[in-house]
């Protein structure tokens, strides 16, 4: 079983930046994608950004040219670094991580959740 553990989310302004990090533990991750979700108040959950273990990356539309994904194999930790953030970046930030490899946007091909993070931006 794998737990995953999310930091770093917290009110910012808009423009600004922030870098959320999402901790393993358990088990190692291994082949596991890690991917990173958001969910506004009253919306679905939505697909932000996947990495695979070899490094391979997805972004939501959305995200693109603000977001970038990544992960520290070694420590069993990704990370997901934000710019130019504007208000309707502001959710709850979930990790999670899927047993199956490969890139997938949706939530239902994920395994393992953390938490969740918040993110506030304000304008």
């Known amino acids: 079983q794998v737990q995953l553990v999310e930091s770093g989310g917290r009110l910012v302004q808009a423009g600004g930046s922030l870098r959320l990090s999402c901790a393993a533990f358990?088990?190692?991750?291994?082949?596991?994608?890690m991917g990173w979700f958001r969910q506004a108040p009253g919306e679905e959950r939505e697909f932000v950004a996947a990495v695979t273990w070899s490094g391979g990356t997805s972004y939501a539309d959305s995200v693109k040219g603000r977001v970038t994904i990544s992960r520290d194999n070694a420590k069993s930790t990704g990370f997901l670094q934000m710019s130019s953030l504007k208000p309707e970046d502001t959710g709850v930030y979930y990790c999670?991580?899927?047993?199956?490899?490969?890139?997938?946007?949706?939530?239902?091909?994920?395994?393992?959740w953390g938490q969740g993070t918040q993110v506030t931006v304000s304008s």
């Open positions: 358990g088990r190692p991750l291994g082949a596991c994608t």
């Open positions: 999670a991580a899927r047993k199956a490899g490969g890139l997938s946007i949706d939530p239902l091909g994920y395994d393992y």
